[in-house]
């Protein structure tokens, strides 16, 4: 685990007027002894749900392949299951909609795995070294090619999140690096309230759920708590407002993303490294269709190993633009936490906490 020192963070401005696949060379040259001669290398991407547009493109995985070819490693192109019924809710989904996407091992230069399985359920249990902030969370299932993979690449694109505000290499490991049921435990925090007085007895929401969780009685919906994965789908899909969030749900479910982490990380401890990508920074994430119209023009790439000093330089780095669009207004250290409603500082805050790194960096062109 990282300690309170000062962190490296690599950064190449897209403002230069350089050609980035030479300056990912130059960045993954700072982390790439996180690979050894040998070594399984898991690269860790969201290949973008079908329907949308604003994830990475297949030529940024694939100079990232080459470079850990090079490096003399073994890349594997990875991903996991959604909890939610779109076009990656099943491995053989996923691949699908990967390929769709211009994700296939001819583009990357490497297979293209979905690390928890076909059905999500694929994992290795590890135990949360430590908890903090009252989390629940004391052990998650690692998506099961990621936890026999040697060493972790995760390629992170920053963008802004609904629950938590941003999403950056925090919520890319917590979320994508594990199996469904660790992925609704994390979620638990967000279980929909009911209000049954507004229900109509339509049953969209009963033919929506992936889970059968829903049913109807004497023409209400009524749901199985027991079976419930948490994934929002009816809270999303209803049309009368039945569902809505509990108190506190953004906030909670942040501490729960930094100590997801820990655990897929505590699996690597030094043989993991974070790339993200401040472009197409849009209000929500990857797995929306759309995810909205640009808030900040594009910024650049940043490395470092400290998870928790690459998230943090990446909001400042927001901060430091200006918004564009119906976003111009808006002032604020933490833009993509005003315009969702949160303060997306504190799964950085806990991230610390816990030991993961420092909010304390050094931001090197």
Partial sequence: MKTSEKSEVFFFPYDRGRAFL????????KVADVVSAGDSVAVKVHMGEYGGSAYLRPPIVRRVCDLIKEAGGKPFVTDTTTLYPMGRFTASQYLSTAAYNGFTKESVGAPVVIADGEQGCDGEWVDIPRRVSDCSLDKIKIAKKI?????LIVLSHVKGHALSGFGGSIKNVAMGCVI???KAAQHRVNRALIDISKCTGCGQCIEACPFKTLSLLEEKMVRDDEK????SHCLYLCPEGVFSLPPQAQERFQVSLPHAAAGVLS???SKVAFINFVQDVTRLCDCATPSGSPVVPDIGILASTDVVAIDKASLDLI???KPLG???????PDILGKING???????RTAQELGLGSMVYELKE
């Fill in 180 to 182: 469904k049921k660790s």
């Fill in 147 to 151: 936890f026999n993979a040697d060493s």
């Fill in 267 to 269: 699996r690597f401890y």
């Fill in 22 to 29: 030479r300056g990912l060379r130059t960045l993954f040259s």
């Fill in 228 to 231: 419930c994965m948490d994934c």
């Fill in 342 to 348: 949160t303060d997306s500082l504190i799964q950085i």
């Fill in 319 to 321: 901060a430091q633009s």
């Fill in 326 to 332: 119906k976003f111009a207004n808006i002032s604020s």
